[in-house]
């Protein structure tokens, strides 16, 4: 009944690394919520803080780009050619903020990367460890 010499038998190692495996999945699984449930707070936090900034900073920013306009008026350039200068630099690096905004929110920012790379360190290890209970019932 004792084939592998430690007092156990083969159907009881096996019952045992399937409940082991069962309890290693559950809580990789716990784990995995708990890391989603910090990303989305991480991001809902991003957000609401720049959905806040945007509020305070669009009547600024059209304070200020009258103020340039009327700026190079003074300086003896036309409306309408001073308004177009300022609208095009105002475009262009509303452009690149957009751009910039997309990249940190890109979803591979947001990837669970902890909770994978236990996983991945857990199936190496239970792998390493069947193939070692395997060598040893061999040798035996």
Known sequence: MNANGTGRSIPDIVRDLFSEINTLLRKEGQLARAELSEKVDQATRGLALIVAGAVLLIPALVVLLNASVAALVAAGISVLTA????????????????????????????APTRTISHVQRDLTMAKEQMRHDHETERAA
């Open 83 to 110: 308004a177009l200068i300022v609208g095009g630099i105002a475009l262009a690096i509303g452009v690149v903020l957009v751009f910039v905004g997309k990249n940190a929110m890109a979803v591979d920012r947001l």
